[in-house]
């Protein structure tokens, strides 16, 4: 298991920009899989992007594409989440998460949660 802790979530405006962080600890980072979900109120929490452990494979939910980076520092044992051109509906908390050796967009596949930053956009 590694430890995960999110920050950087705040309230924003439509239209701005905003990069979430996630440090681990307890084992290196370099050795998992890492996420990002998201819940909004009232809906399930959903997947919002993934990077692989080298940063070579990266997958995003569609309407995020374009939009959203994920990157991540194996250095600094840190992933992030950068978040341009923000919509109210990309209000939610925001869940850092990372899998041992599975990789998707499955929940299930992440057995390490942090446990949430918000985001709020506001227009």
């Known amino acids: 298991q590694v430890q995960l802790a999110e920050s950087g979530g705040r309230l924003v405006q439509i239209g701005d920009s905003l990069r979430l962080s996630c440090a681990a600890s307890g084992r290196p980072m370099s050795s998992f899989n890492m996420a990002w979900f998201r819940q909004a109120p009232g809906k399930e929490r959903e997947f919002v992007g993934s990077i692989s452990r080298t940063g070579g494979e990266i997958s995003y939910l569609d309407s995020v594409k374009g939009r959203f980076t994920i990157a991540r520092d194996n250095a600094k044992n840190t992933v992030y989440l950068q978040m341009n051109s923000l919509k109210p509906e990309d209000t939610a908390v925001y869940y850092c998460?990372?899998?041992?050796?599975?990789?998707?967009?499955?929940?299930?596949?992440?057995?390490?949660w942090g446990q949430g930053t918000q985001v709020t956009v506001s227009s």
């Open positions: 998460a990372a899998a041992y050796r599975a990789t998707g967009r499955s929940e299930r596949l992440y057995t390490s």
